[in-house]
């Protein structure tokens, strides 16, 4: 076991503490700093399965999220009377190409238990942030905004898409952020019984998708509105008022559920507008700092892979640094076992994200076609025939990796 670290992480999302969680268990002791005044509670709901479920019950919060888990028993995909197209239940195998898995959970959620689960033995600094690094022969010196200098063995940034810590850190030609072509707004409305315990998605030409996900335990629905536009970049940077004005003009006459929508968008006080993009970076470590999850490595939402390659990247740094004293050799050794693992994710199938956001009537019939068929086949119990006949060809953009053990 390598000698204990005295290490900073940058962000109080899921890597970053996740991270700590297994760091703290080896002996290093964590300061975690989080811009924010407090807990971040916005965001997507997201799930846990394959091998993110393997690491959550190593890092033993596995009970915790399914307790916190938002009841979510399906999705539905309907058209603009309601009229469903097609049905899809939970997974309950934890399969990674479930459309629903077994647990789904709000971020703000599984933020908290990891939170709980951290607070005693990593020290949290709130309402603070790097604002300088300072690389020594034997340690790093971090200047922040509200706070003395302090000196630490290593840096982590954990603070997302767009890190300020990175920029610190790395020239922008380093990172490239790829924009997939469209932005998402999600805010949290009251729960309706229209809403049931399953999600429902509906599509309109014009790059437009309206999804609900109900969370029937906190009687809450989660909306999202979906947009394939080349003004993706400037609507996400907009105050809160504006996106809120933007997003209503965007989708005011899709019918269906989108009136109740934008009025509910209107009162919310949690919307937050993000943008469909992927970091792609040729090494997320220099010197003693090291990139972790969406900061180094962020597939975009519509991979379904980000929470998952947060919990792997926290699992495999926390692993190396436990692993070897020297810090140089156990950073070269996560970059060097991570690398799969986000090429895997950052992987997309052909046309992801546009298929789910056709422009014009014949995508969306498409979509409904393809949907309806997938719908068929899952009703009539055959999936593991079908199954068996498409996962050579699913192989082409996925494979299967095994977590190393430390």
């Keep these: 076991m390598a000698t204990p670290k005295n290490i900073l992480i940058a962000g109080g999302g899921i890597a970053g503490p996740s991270c700590a969680l297994l760091l703290t268990r080896k002996g290093h ?12 509670s916005t965001g997507q709901q997201i799930d846990v399965s394959g ?10 919060i596995w009970q915790a999220l399914h307790d916190r888990s938002t009841g979510e028993e399906g999705l539905k995909f309907v058209g603009a009377s309601n009229n469903i197209i097609a049905s899809f239940p939970v997974s309950k195998d934890g399969g990674p190409n479930a459309l629903v898995k077994e ?28 604002t300088a690094l300072s690389e020594q022969a034997t340690h790093v010196t971090v200047s922040f905004a509200n706070s003395p200098d302090q000196d630490f063995d290593m840096v982590i940034a954990a603070d997302g898409l767009f890190s300020q810590t990175r920029g610190l850190v790395f020239p922008k030609s380093a990172v490239e952020i790829k924009n997939l072509g469209g932005c998402v707004a999600l805010m949290t409305i009251p729960w309706e019984e229209a809403d049931g315990n399953q999600s429902r998605w509906y599509c309109a030409p014009g790059g437009r998708a309206v999804f609900l996900r109900p969370q029937f335990k906190a009687k809450k629905t989660g909306a999202y ?12 940077r907009l105050p809160v008022q504006e996106q809120k004005e933007a997003f209503a003009e965007m989708f005011r006459d899709l019918g269906w559920e989108t009136p109740r929508i934008i009025r509910e968008m209107m009162k919310a006080d949690d919307l937050y507008a993000q943008e469909l993009a992927q970091a792609k970076m040729g090494s997320w470590v220099k010197g003693r700092v090291a990139l972790l999850g969406d900061a180094g490595y962020c597939p975009s939402p519509v991979s379904g892979q980000g929470t998952t390659l947060a919990f792997i990247g926290a699992y495999i740094l926390a692993g ?4 070897h004293d020297d810090y140089e ?23 992801v ?12 019939w498409a979509l409904y076609t393809f949907v309806w068929l997938a719908g068929l086949v899952n009703s009539w119990g055959i999936v593991g025939l079908v199954t068996r006949v498409v996962e050579p060809l699913a192989t082409i953009f996925s494979k299967e990796l095994e977590l190393p053990k430390y």
């Design 29 to 40: 002791k964590v300061t975690i700093v989080e811009r924010a005044p407090q807990l971040r």
């Design 51 to 60: 091998i993110g479920s393997e690491i959550v019950k190593h890092m033993g």
């Design 103 to 130: 647990i789904e959970i709000l971020r703000g959620e599984m933020v908290d238990v990891i939170y709980q689960e951290t607070k005693d033995t990593t020290n949290y600094v709130f309402g603070d942030y790097i």
């Design 225 to 236: 509105l979906g947009n394939m536009t080349a003004d993706s970049r400037r609507l996400v």
């Design 320 to 323: 190396c640094i436990s692993t």
């Design 329 to 351: 050799e156990a950073l070269r050794q996560y970059e060097e076992q991570m690398r799969p693992f986000v090429e895997q994710g950052q992987k997309l199938l052909p046309g």
């Design 353 to 364: 994200p546009g298929i789910a956001n056709p422009q014009t009537e014949w995508g969306r």
